[in-house]
DNA sequence: ACTTACGGTAAGTTGTGACTTACGGAACAT
DNA sequence: ATGTTCCGTAAGTCACAACTTACCGTAAGT
């Protein structure tokens, strides 16, 4: 039984469009950080930072742990996994596609 | 020698963060469509497919293939591809600043 | 108790992107 | 040649999302 929150992966993709989450994410996947932290090195006010990561742990790709004053994010594995079982699915439903395609026109004369 | 055109992620991500696109990708994903069956089935416009198509294609997600008088879209496994690999990337680095924390943790006496 | 870090939320502004209708150009048919 | 089908592009509207500043909690230090 796998039991993940599930959530669907359009928040999760919606959630990568924005250039400055993917900057979040990109530091997060090499260290969980507090909200101070993110947001120096980025070119946006603390507030908007705060914002984005609540857009990024409602897609499910991070989560926080209070310490202190302080709260923890980090990048949760679990979102990412189900962002690339989306895109798996894609790509086999792609390939499998190409190849029944392929088929076809081998059957007919003419593509 | 694998040669890509290599599109930065951030346009695919884009280019699937849109509800409607993504519906198009799956249409796709299951087989080649002309812009008319595509819009058929969908709630906007056709002129509105053509400026998703245009975006996907941008994004290198989508090939266009010119047949008479229409114009056959179908999935590029390499643009899925790339996205497959960013992701691969951010897990793995989520992955093992994982482990590196867990035992930074278990030097230091108390989390 | 007071002050100082830290961070989430409210409110308001603004650019952008997703849509519409209208139009124009190719390719095939008659 | 003319009409028809298929599709991309132009122009304009409108909603939303990404910011900003201001404010209010909460936890720790002195």
Redesign the interface.
């Known amino acids: 039984m796998t039991y993940g929150t599930s959530i669907p992966p359009?928040e999760a993709?919606?959630a990568?469009?924005d250039?400055t989450r993917?900057a979040i994410?990109?530091k997060?996947?090499?260290?969980?950080l507090p909200v101070g932290e993110l947001a120096d090195g980025l070119t946006v006010s603390r507030p908007a930072v705060s914002q984005h990561l609540k857009v990024l742990s409602d897609a499910g790709l991070l989560t926080v742990t209070p310490h202190g004053t302080r709260r923890l994010y980090r990048?949760a594995?679990e979102g990412?996994?189900q962002?690339?079982r989306y895109?798996?699915r894609?790509?086999d439903?792609?390939?499998s596609?190409?190849a029944?395609?392929a088929e076809r026109r081998a059957a007919s004369k003419e593509p």
């Open positions: 359009g993709l919606t990568l469009a250039p993917r994410v990109e997060l996947a090499r260290g969980a990048l594995p990412v996994a962002l690339r895109l798996d894609l790509w439903d792609a390939l596609n190409f029944a395609e």
